[in-house]
């Protein structure tokens, strides 16, 4: 759910550095025709039905959070296959209530794991034939059956691969195990953990319960999104004993009670200096010196660290059944409207994001590619050591728009890539006592 | 004839109900609507006839706590900006004599609102953080040793950033009636000995009734209908009635987020009611 997350890439690297936009954006121009290049030929090789002349009076319209749905992304895909795509930003709040109330007013529809199984529920969305999908098979098994590494991925909350097919293209309920038939495509991802200020909090952060030591009363912050917050909070609660859920993204209403209770209480004694809802937010308050840790997304860590201070992501592996990451992901819907040739068009975009530019550039602000294959040839050997591997940079590296981020010798906070996802121990979700949860949320905001 | 009176009449009142009927009264129909139905949990809405939504929002203490916190936010807002918008709109009125410099200042104060309602809020947050301006100059000045946590993400914030942006609603009616206020009375009170408390609490104030009615009416409805400024100034730290029924509509709960609309709607009707109680602002404008 990462609700506001949006504002977070364009609107920070808009509003920090204006006056190298423009050089950035022909700089960009130039990095993606040489991509486009690479690949165009590739991306319609595999629709020979298609006639270039009868395509480019297609739009398609992608609409979703600002930091799966980026214009740049959309951009270049628009360049490389030759039809028009409009990328929409809205809050995950209001991209839900569109994707249901006004279907036709959208054709890609970006989801979550959860988002998919509402938009199934509801019918809006037709399933996606796996069989046109050419890099199908190239899809981490997270998403495709589960798994990663012979390791069986978490299923607390809605994860990716729960929410992935259905059994025919018209159904409205999910079904378990694989199918021909997939509800959305995973396009980008990432495991969420805490943040916080090296220097000031004095020893190093690799448990959820750190973000409720009482040192930092008067300093420490929290998400408030109702149904991502809670899960943070349980990881708090779960990582200092206090409780053990039987399913943190499915919570009871004991469990509820307790967590909501629990968290009024840390209120009371004045732990939480803020809540937070945006990326915008959580980086402001932790470089304005309001917080010295939080639960906190990536590249807001990576953001802070631009403006030079030190701001570390605390590496939380599971342990004794306890810690690990809460994992999002996002991807691609295609809604029930589409039919003809601008369904063609919508599988050609489809097949695009795999193809590997799109991969690359999320990779380069912290986030992954379901199909790291396809990323890895756009992206440079010091990227890839850097952002997967997590080796030390043995170069700066610079963020997607081209502002240097990294000093040569840095590692990534939380290592390699593999670490990392296999640490995932819950994902975002929508719990089944949601109304409940999100009552009771609200007896925390008032208190 | 009077058939032709009640024409006119309905055609007086037609802009009216032109902007009314298609973007008040249909979606309110709609919202009524709903608030009756069902949630199926994912979304859908159960055509049927329930009152759990009502009962659900009448049954709990956290109804109450909402309500209080955002009449708390209410209150204070109106008393600030009263005050504020009556003392500004009072110089503007009374003290200064060139009508064209009144009119001149008038548009100055009006100049803050070129900008967004979220710019205006958010530039305070740079002025009252932990290591804000305000805070800085205190600690230098060695007021304080600490910084003032009170003065961001608290109701503190929340206020200042609602007088900030509301006090303009105050100003603009109270002056409008301050500014037909016969001079000639005034020196009539004068001649005839009252003090300038007497001329305020006699002459000025209740004359000015319909402005500071007016005033009240935009700034209650808006604070009321309003959960952003609370959202960021109070660092989340609070909630509102808004806020918690813009959750509700997060996780598609329209029929509760419905029910909660409603009973706000006639919350305000109640409140505005009362304002409007107090003073009769037909018969004063038309004066």
């Known amino acids: 759910m990462a609700s506001f997350r949006d504002d977070s890439k364009n609107s920070t690297r808009g509003s920090k550095k204006k006056e190298t936009a423009i050089s950035r954006r022909s700089l960009l121009k130039g990095a993606g025709a040489a991509a486009g290049a690479v690949i165009g030929s590739g991306a319609i090789k595999g629709f020979p039905t298609i006639w270039a002349q009868e395509i480019k009076d297609i739009e398609l319209r992608h609409v979703g959070v600002s930091y799966s749905v980026v214009k740049a ?51 809006v969305i037709q399933g996606i034939d796996i069989s046109k999908i050419k890099e199908f098979d190239n899809i981490l098994p997270i998403f495709t059956k589960g798994e990663i590494d012979g ?14 097919y259905i059994e025919k293209p018209d159904s409205t309920e999910l079904h378990e195990g694989v199918t021909d038939w997939a509800t959305f495509l995973p396009q980008v991802y990432n495991a969420d953990s805490i943040g916080y200020r090296p220097d000031l909090v004095g020893y190093e952060v690799t448990e959820w319960k750190h973000l409720i030591d009482p040192k930092f009363k008067g300093k420490a912050a929290i998400l408030d999104v109702p149904a991502i917050g809670i899960m943070d909070a349980a990881l708090c609660f779960e990582s200092a004993g206090l409780i053990t859920y039987g399913n943190k993204g499915n919570m009871t209403k004991e469990e509820i009670d307790f967590t909501v209770n629990k968290l009024i209480e840390l209120k009371k004694e004045g732990h939480f200096r803020a809540t937070w809802t945006t990326f915008d937010q959580s980086v402001q308050l932790m470089a304005a010196g309001e917080v010295v840790i939080q639960s906190m997304w990536s590249p807001a860590v990576a953001a802070v660290r631009v403006k030079g201070i030190p701001c570390t992501y605390a590496p ?47 990779g380069r602000y912290g986030y992954y590619s379901p199909v790291p294959s396809t990323a890895k040839p756009f992206m440079t050997q010091a990227e890839w050591d850097f952002w997967y591997d997590g080796k030390p940079a043995p170069d700066t590296i610079n963020d997607p728009y081209g502002v240097p981020m990294e000093k040569p010798g840095t590692v990534r906070d939380g290592g390699s890539f593999l670490e990392r996802v296999k640490n995932i121990s819950c994902w975002n979700t929508l719990m089944d006592e949601a109304a409940y949860m999100n009552k009771r949320w609200n007896d925390f905001k008032v208190a | ?162 007088v900030h942006q509301l006090t303009i609603f105050m100003i603009v009616p109270i002056f ?53 400024v609370v959202k960021v100034m109070s660092g989340g730290g609070s909630a509102s009635v808004v806020g918690a029924f813009y959750e509700d509509i997060s996780v598609l709960q329209y029929p509760s987020a419905a029910a909660s609309a409603v009973v706000l709607t006639v919350a305000l009707m109640v409140l505005i009611g009362l304002i409007l109680r107090t003073v009769d602002i037909r018969r004063e404008i038309t004066r």
């Open chain 1, 316 to 362: 939380v592996n599971k342990k004794n059944g306890k810690e690990g990451y809460r994992g999002w992901c996002n991807g691609m819907g295609l809604m029930k409207h589409l039919e003809g040739k601008k369904l063609d068009a919508a599988y050609e975009y489809l097949n695009w994001y795999y193809s590997g530019w799109q991969g690359a550039f999320v």
């Open chain 2, 176 to 228: 409008n009636s301050m500014a037909r206020i016969d001079k000639r009375v005034v020196e009539a009170a004068l001649d005839a000995g009252a003090s300038r408390l007497d001329i305020m609490r006699l002459i000025v104030i209740p004359m000015s009734k319909s402005g500071i009615a007016l005033g009240s009416i935009f700034v209650v409805s808006i604070v009321m209908g309003d959960f952003f």
């Open chain 1, 151 to 164: 390791e069986v991925v978490s299923r607390q909350g809605i994860s990716p691969y729960e929410a992935m």
């Open chain 2, 1 to 162: 004839m009077t058939l032709r009176r009640h024409l006119t009449s309905w055609l007086f009142l037609s802009p009216l109900l032109v902007v009314l009927i298609p973007f008040f009264v249909l979606p309110f129909i709609v919202v009524l609507t709903a608030s009756f139905f069902d949630s199926d949990g994912f979304g859908g809405l159960l055509p049927t006839f329930t009152l759990v939504n009502y009962a659900n929002l009448f049954t709990s203490s956290l109804t109450l706590n909402l309500y209080l916190a955002t009449l708390k936010f209410t209150v204070l807002t109106w008393f600030f900006s009263l005050i504020l918008g009556f003392l500004v709109a009072y110089f503007l009125a009374f003290h200064v004599r060139n009508p064209l410099l009144g009119i001149g200042l008038f548009l100055l104060c009006t100049v803050p609102f070129w900008t967004s309602n979220i710019i205006r809020m958010i530039s305070w947050i740079p002025l009252l953080g932990k290591e804000g301006l305000i805070n800085m100059a205190l600690l230098k000045l060695g007021l304080i040793h600490e910084p003032l946590e009170i003065l961001l993400f608290s109701s503190v914030a929340v206020v200042i950033a609602y």
């Open chain 1, 73 to 123: 992304i959309g951009d270049q895909a628009a360049k490389d296959l030759g039809f028009k795509v409009t990328m929409q930003n809205l809050d995950t709040s209001a991209a839900i209530n569109r994707f249901i109330t006004q279907p036709n007013s959208v054709d890609i529809a970006d989801l979550e794991g959860w988002q998919a199984k509402l938009a199934t529920k509801r019918g």
